[in-house]
């Protein structure tokens, strides 16, 4: 974690098994606590889920979690074929198509597209927001209203710069979400995205991830960029789709003239 970031412990209620606690914090590298203290941030197991919170900072949500089955989400997976996303994505001939999500961070996005019936592998580099996005894919998959769409899902905790380019199968499409600078400054970011960008401020430049992307040579890249946000790699895509706030970049087939180096 970059040094900038506030400091993050472990805080477990009581009722979590010890096992289950020190497994985690282990596995994450993070120290276990027993008192929360004043401005750390914190990642709270309790027997519910786990948490991310920032204590004493009215700007912040208190605490974020991911659930897949709030309402808003929920209305979003029973109509996925409403969404601009969606429609980016789709793939026409193609049966549960395969999408990359390389930039997967609390799966919103990701579980969307596998609500439309996509296989969904996901791939996010941050060990925290990984963990966070995994308890919220376990309770997922033991909902009956979501253990389906889960089964679609694969989360890969790495950095896709890394593995895009030894998929052990050719994607159909690659999405890209990166989380880009001028958002943070943003009087608009979410307030969750706004605690995610406390824990990361070390992300790879999105040009980086658009030029690994393409040259996976999927049949689309789908980028999500702020509706005015310029071109990545100033390159016009083979088309837009415009939303209130933020729009999709399509790149469609492969451009030849594109070189990696
Ligand atoms: C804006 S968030 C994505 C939000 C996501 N689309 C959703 O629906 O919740 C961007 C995420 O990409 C992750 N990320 C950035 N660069 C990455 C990389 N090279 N490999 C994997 N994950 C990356 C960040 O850690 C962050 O969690």
Same mark, same amino acid.
């Given at each position: 974690?970059?040094?900038?970031?506030?400091?993050?412990?472990?805080?477990?209620?009581?009722?979590?098994?010890?096992?289950?606690?020190?497994?985690?914090?282990?596995?994450?590298?993070?120290?276990?606590?027993?008192?929360?203290?004043?401005?750390?941030?914190?990642?709270?197991?309790?027997?519910?889920?786990?948490?991310?919170?920032?204590?004493?900072? %009215? $700007? *912040?949500?208190?605490?974020?979690? +991911?659930?897949?089955?709030? /309402?808003?989400?929920?209305? @979003?997976?029973?109509?996925?074929?409403?969404?601009?996303?969606?429609?980016?994505?789709?793939?026409?001939?193609?049966?549960?198509?395969?999408?990359?999500?390389?930039?997967?961070?609390?799966?919103?996005?990701?579980?969307?597209?596998?609500?439309?019936?996509?296989?969904?592998?996901?791939?996010?580099?941050?060990?925290?927001?990984?963990?966070?996005?995994?308890?919220?894919?376990?309770?997922?998959?033991?909902?009956?209203?979501?253990?389906?769409?889960?089964?679609?899902?694969?989360?890969?905790?790495?950095?896709?710069?890394?593995?895009? %380019? $030894? *998929?052990?199968?050719?994607?159909? +499409?690659?999405?890209?979400? /990166?989380?880009?600078?001028? @958002?943070?400054?943003?009087?608009?970011?979410?307030?969750?995205?706004?605690?995610?960008?406390?824990?990361?401020?070390?992300?790879?430049?999105?040009?980086?991830?658009?030029?690994?992307?393409?040259?996976?040579?999927?049949?689309?890249?789908?980028?999500?960029?702020?509706?005015?946000?310029?071109?990545?790699?100033?390159?016009?895509?083979?088309?837009?789709?415009?939303?209130?706030?933020?729009?999709?970049?399509?790149?469609?087939?492969?451009?030849?003239?594109?070189?990696?180096?």
């Amino acid at each position: 974690m970059h040094s900038s970031n506030p400091p993050l412990a472990l805080l477990a209620d009581p009722q979590c098994t010890t096992d289950r606690v020190a497994k985690l914090a282990a596995s994450l590298g993070i120290s276990l606590i027993s008192e929360p203290h004043g401005q750390v941030l914190l990642l709270r197991l309790t027997p519910e889920h786990l948490e991310l919170c920032k204590l004493g900072d %009215p $700007e *912040l949500p208190g605490a974020l979690w +991911v659930d897949f089955e709030r /309402p808003s989400a929920r209305r @979003r997976h029973c109509h996925p074929g409403q969404e601009l996303l969606v429609k980016a994505a789709k793939v026409r001939h193609t049966t549960g198509p395969l999408v990359i999500d390389a930039t997967a961070g609390l799966g919103r996005d990701g579980f969307l597209l596998a609500a439309a019936g996509c296989r969904v592998w996901m791939f996010e580099h941050n060990p925290i927001v990984a963990a966070l996005l995994h308890d919220g894919l376990e309770r997922a998959a033991r909902s009956p209203h979501t253990a389906a769409i889960t089964n679609r899902i694969h989360l890969v905790v790495g950095n896709a710069l890394r593995h895009l %380019p $030894e *998929l052990d199968e050719q994607p159909d +499409v690659i999405y890209l979400d /990166p989380m880009f600078p001028e @958002r943070s400054k943003s009087a608009k970011v979410k307030q969750d995205l706004q605690l995610l960008q406390l824990l990361d401020d070390n992300n790879d430049a999105p040009e980086q991830l658009l030029l690994a992307a393409l040259a996976v040579r999927p049949k689309k890249v789908v980028v999500k960029r702020p509706l005015k946000g310029p071109l990545l790699l100033g390159r016009p895509p083979a088309y837009m789709l415009k939303g209130k706030a933020v729009r999709f970049d399509v790149y469609v087939g492969t451009p030849k003239e594109i070189s990696i180096k």
